[in-house]
T-cell receptor, first 108, second 115 residues
Framework: DAKTTQPTSMDCAEGRAANLPCNHSTISGNEYVYWYRQIHSQGPQYIIHGLKNNETNEMASLIITEDRKSSTLILPHATLRDTAVYYCIVRGVNDMRFGAGTRLTVKP | GAGVSQSPSNKVTEKGKDVELRCDPISGHTALYWYRQSLGQGLEFLIYFQGNSAPDKSGLPSDRFSAERTGGSVSTLTIQRTQQEDSAVYLC?????????????FGEGSWLTVV
């Protein structure tokens, strides 16, 4: 079973920041939070991951709450090409289980 | 370097035939995963390999499905006596180690259509 809860869908205006929330209240101390996205049925694309500190890379920022029970993925300037399903995943030692994700639609 | 490579990219097969799907993980990656995604659905975990350890087969949907990984690198997913409900994209992924801090990278998948 996926250990995360995400909204089913979200809209965002082109050029604005997209903030995608994720709840993972049962996360364990050694589990990382990963974000992937999938455009149509292409292979999932890795975005970012973190353990407890906030992280930033060229694609996005990841904000993890101090209690690690939730996180937010931030796409600072969303473009139409960011329209995709975004998956928040809590990864344990072995496999990685995907939930339903959030379908983000970036609108002109 | 090269990413996860899967072949064939598309396969159409008749019901009842066997199919083999191949995955070449990223060089040096010891962990390899297979997932399945039916049209409009989420990713379904199938099987996981880590080095020389026994694979985690807990996600395989039936005994018609099997996978092997030879020499710790290339993996083959075999579906015997295919059924129409096996139609899906089969995704392979790999990571350097199994530890949770190691990123898993996906291939572009093998689209299987059973007619």
């Amino acid at each position: 079973d996926a250990k995360t809860t995400q909204p089913t869908s979200m809209d965002c205006a082109e050029g604005r920041a997209a903030n995608l929330p994720c709840n993972h209240s049962t996360i364990s101390g050694n589990e990382y939070v990963y974000w992937y996205r999938q455009i149509h049925s292409q292979g999932p694309q890795y975005i970012i991951h973190g353990l407890k500190n906030n992280e930033t890379n060229e694609m996005a920022s990841l904000i993890i709450t101090e209690d690690r029970k939730s996180s937010t993925l931030i796409l600072p300037h969303a473009t139409l090409r960011d329209t995709a399903v975004y998956y928040c995943i809590v990864r344990g030692v072995n496999d990685m289980r995907f939930g339903a994700g959030t379908r983000l639609t970036v609108k002109p | 370097g090269a990413g996860v490579s899967q072949s064939p990219s598309n396969k159409v097969t008749e019901k009842g035939k066997d199919v083999e799907l191949r995955c070449d993980p990223i060089s040096g990656h010891t962990a390899l995963y297979w997932y399945r995604q039916s049209l409009g659905q989420g990713l379904e975990f199938l099987i996981y390999f880590q080095g020389n350890s026994a694979p985690d087969k807990s996600g395989l949907p039936s005994d018609r499905f099997s996978a092997e990984r030879t020499g710790g690198s290339v993996s083959t997913l075999t579906i015997q006596r295919t059924q129409q409900e096996d139609s899906a994209v089969y995704l392979c992924a790999s990571s350097r180690l199994k530890n949770s801090g190691n990123t898993i990278y996906f291939g572009e998948g093998s689209w299987l259509t059973v007619v």
